[in-house]
């Protein structure tokens, strides 16, 4: 594997860290100078996130209770922290947090001792926002299409500095069938692990026209065994489309009543769902653009 990678995009605004499947986009905005010192910080904690991850690597992909089991590494600390606080009565290992725990840890080390106005942390559509008074943020919803606004605004004052988006058509395996489940939440990691669970729960168990795989067939050292993941959705009804949304909102329902997520947005074929703050109509600062 190559060592880690650091190069800034054309445009020259925007830092690309890779190194092995981690592959970051950042931006910050603020003074020259502030920004600068912001992206040598990232570089530097870069250089060593993923071996830390891989010397734990076994006991990270094991399954999590409620109660947190102590890591070495701040980042898997965070992936451990996120997946507990949803773990009661469902399988999850911290390693569906690991996108989101990653920009998380990333945007920490970026803030330490900095004065900027705002930044994101993109982990592969899995994003860590920054806000200072004032500032807000554009951000755009995977899956939309479906009569709903593609992008929201976020404020300093919401509730949110945490994007994911997670789906069987994605990078990493799905137990369940949508096309995509967009969480925002308080921060990446604990947004990447309901986006996870909401969108296994989005599904239409022994359904015919639904494919599915022994996830350690498709990889063998896979965190969820020998657990079917989908590999491919046929042809539904609309009755059987609403039927699987219907199963993932309640999930998405019981994490915002339970004050895990802020909102969600959960898609399958051409019809959609939304629970929290994008589903309530009066809302007054989390809004559509």
Request: no cysteine; proline share 4%; hydrophobic share 50%.
């Amino acid at each position: 594997m190559i060592g880690p990678q650091a190069a800034m995009l054309a445009d020259g605004k925007r830092l690309h860290l890779n190194h092995g499947p981690i592959d970051l986009i950042i931006e910050a905005f603020g003074d020259y100078a502030e920004v600068e010192a912001a992206y040598s910080q990232a570089k530097v904690r870069f250089a060593t996130i993923l071996t830390e991850l891989v010397e734990e690597l076994a006991a990270l992909r094991a399954p999590s209770t409620t109660i947190a089991r102590p890591f070495r590494g701040r980042t898997a600390q965070r992936m451990e922290a996120a997946v507990s606080r949803l773990a009661s009565g469902k399988f999850i290992t911290p390693m569906a947090a690991v996108a989101g725990s990653v920009a998380d840890e990333m945007m920490a080390a970026m803030l330490r001792g900095r004065r900027l106005r705002r930044a994101y942390v993109n982990n592969g559509g899995d994003n860590a926002l920054f806000l200072a008074p004032g500032e807000e943020m554009k951000a755009a919803i995977a899956g939309t299409g479906h009569s709903f606004a593609d992008r929201v605004t976020i404020r300093f004052d919401d509730p949110v500095r945490g994007i994911a988006t997670s789906g069987w058509r994605g990078r990493s395996h799905s137990l369940g069938i949508a096309d995509a489940v967009t969480v925002l939440a308080e921060d990446a990691a604990l947004a990447d692990a309901a986006a996870t669970l909401i969108a296994n729960a989005v599904d239409l168990p022994e359904h015919p026209a639904i494919e599915r795989t022994p996830a350690n067939v498709l990889a063998p050292d896979s965190d969820l065994g020998a657990r079917l993941v989908t590999t491919g959705v046929g042809a539904l009804d609309d009755r059987e489309i609403a039927q699987a949304l219907e199963r993932g909102l309640l999930v998405a329902e019981e994490f915002v009543a339970r004050g895990l997520i802020v909102s969600a947005a959960l898609f399958l074929k051409g019809q959609s769902r939304l629970a929290g703050a994008l589903a309530n109509e009066t809302r007054r600062s989390l809004v559509h653009a």
